[in-house]
């Protein structure tokens, strides 16, 4: 691989049919105005040298790790449903304020657009929303500059948008970093408006909200896949003792 590719991916896995890679945070995977370097689908028809790259799942913006892309529209199809049909295994991890139990945690509430919110995209618990499951399975806990924290894998049973980072808010431990569901949506606005104050970088803690997805596997093909993409390194050294 050229320096130039490198800089442009970070490739896990490629083949005829797949080009799978570990998404930094703070990128976009849909095109947007800045060109094409600025969003990943952008990145990977770089690196190809052909616009046959097709997302067929998608991260947030400030989520990093495993995205799963397809080379063909026949390979895109076929993998579009298995990931639309749930049979895919995916697995976060993340690091959350507060103290998760040590038997974890199941959250079902369903999910759907929280209409008193003034950010667009944000969505909430609600009643008539759209089922939603996760399961939390507590890895440790930690403390640093007096914040009681927890690392923790995540399994989503159901795929809807945001629903880690809503489900993990509604049960009482949001995501370390995410400015959305944090507790203050008003931070979110300012960070798109560019204009974080001191305290919220201080509250923040990670410039990304500190969600990894840490595998993805499935069957496809006759075969059994499974990709892997190591923990992003400011989520490491918060980790650190």
């Known amino acids: ?26 990128l976009v995977v849909h095109p947007g105005k800045e060109g094409p370097e600025s969003c990943l689908i952008g ?35 076929e993998l579009g449903r298995l990931f639309a049909g749930g049979t895919v295994a995916k697995e976060y991890v993340a690091i959350v304020h507060g103290a998760v139990p040590p038997e974890g945690l199941v959250i079902d509430a369903p999910l759907g657009r929280d209409a008193a919110s003034p950010v667009a995209i944000k969505d909430v618990v609600r009643a008539d929303g759209a089922p939603a499951r996760t399961r939390v399975e507590l890895v440790r806990h930690l403390t640093r500059d007096e914040r009681r924290l927890s690392f923790v894998r995540v399994v989503p049973e159901t795929g809807r948008k945001h629903q ?3 489900h993990l808010a509604y049960a009482g431990y949001p995501i370390v970093g995410d400015k959305l569901y944090g507790g203050d949506e008003t931070c979110y606005l ?33 075969r059994e896949w499974r990709f892997e993409a190591p923990l992003r390194a400011d989520m490491v050294n918060l980790l650190q003792p």
């Open 1 to 26: 691989m050229s320096n130039r590719s490198a800089t442009l991916l970070s490739v896990l896995h490629e083949d005829d049919d797949l080009l799978v890679v570990d998404k930094p945070a703070d």
């Open 43 to 77: 990145r990977a028809r770089l690196y190809l040298g052909h616009a046959e790259a097709r997302l067929v799942h998608r991260l947030d913006r400030e989520t990093s790790g495993v995205v799963v892309m397809a080379k063909s529209r026949t390979a895109a199809g």
């Open 164 to 166: 880690i980072r809503i």
């Open 190 to 222: 300012r960070f798109v408006e560019r204009r974080l104050t001191d305290d919220d970088r201080r509250r923040l803690v990670l410039d990304a909200h500190a969600l990894h997805a840490a595998t993805v596997a499935f069957t496809w093909r006759d």
